[in-house]
């Protein structure tokens, strides 16, 4: 049982919920870094453990999002994402295991050995890929695709905004909230004064925030972000935050009215780089030094943004306890699956394998 579910057996009634990942998550000191820094106040939250098949912080979302999805009877879920996105194997990945039809419909980004294997990985989870070169063709060719499919089957897909980040996706991580309160409540960790988290489309950070309000958990965010600010600004972060509380106390009244506060949320603008999914040396950095000191593997793309940002507080002596929150999976994928071809893959998409990754990338597993 859930904590979301424990304490608001109204919701538990209410919103369906599937089963792919393995919670709680642990929460665990970084003793390497904790030496080497000599403060003995570092944590580390392993999403990237969330489910044996594929980890990361989309397990959370997906579980509350696919069930949502056969609950409306649908046959297929159309989502959307960078060619390498997370989020879009994780949808093909699970979508399958739900028994739904899984559409990914991708755009150019930056390429990285990481971009070929969730591209090769998407392979094996029978997903079909459409790929765009630049975000304008995508969402110009989304809604015609959707209304296709809704023809062809007889029945409306079931639409996964950009990161799963609806109100739906978001409660995945107000369980999130709920649960690391429990493991604060159990002493597993004392509260953190800060949590440093990559920032994408918002759903996990507006989730945690809010669950973790709503279990008066009073903490700061530093919300790193890994995404263009028009993406991810604060207008949309209250937004999300409070369509999401909303959402949850229709199902439940006596889920509590909460307010995104400043002090709450800090948007780290910092580390973003030039671009979504480029690598900058300060990602490298972080991912080479958590490696090192912990065994935690990052990615360039998100996790080492915030770990940039985080290392960077962490080093300048600021009051912790900090907690990191891992949100990549650290899962090996399936070295037979990596193994097929990438020309089994859409024309577009061949570009990532026939051209050289950007030059800060080095594959290191
Ligand atoms: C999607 C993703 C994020 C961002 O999460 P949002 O809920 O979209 O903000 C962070 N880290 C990783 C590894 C991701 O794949």
Known sequence: ??????????????????????????????????????????????????????????????????ADALKQGALRVITSGGAGSNHALATAIYGKKAGLKTVLMLFRQPNSYSVRHNLIMNLASDAELIHHDTYQEHTQAFEETVRRYESADGKTPYVIPLGGSSPMGAIGYVNAGLELAAQITAGDIPPPARIYLALGTMGTAMGLLLGLKAAGVKTNLQAVRAVPAYVAGIDKCHLLFNQTNKLLREMDPSFPSCTLEPEDLTIRQEYFGEKYGLFTPEAVAAATLLRESDGIILDETYTGKAGAAFLADVHSDGDGPFLFWHTKSSRPLPPEALAADYRLLPVSLHCYFNKPVQPLDKEIF
């Not at 919920?17 to 709680?24: A, D, K, V």
């Not at 642990?26 to 403060?39: A, D, F, I, K, N």
């Not at 990361?56 to 997906?62: A, I, Q, S």
């Open 1 to 66: 049982m859930i904590p979301l579910f424990e304490r608001y057996p109204s919701i538990a009634l209410r919103i369906p919920r599937l089963s792919f990942g393995e919670f709680p998550t642990p929460v665990e000191r970084l003793p390497g870094l904790s030496r080497r820094l000599e403060r003995d106040d570092l944590y580390i939250k392993r999403d990237d453990l969330s489910s044996r098949v594929y980890g990361g912080n989309k397990v959370r979302k997906l579980e509350f999002l696919l």
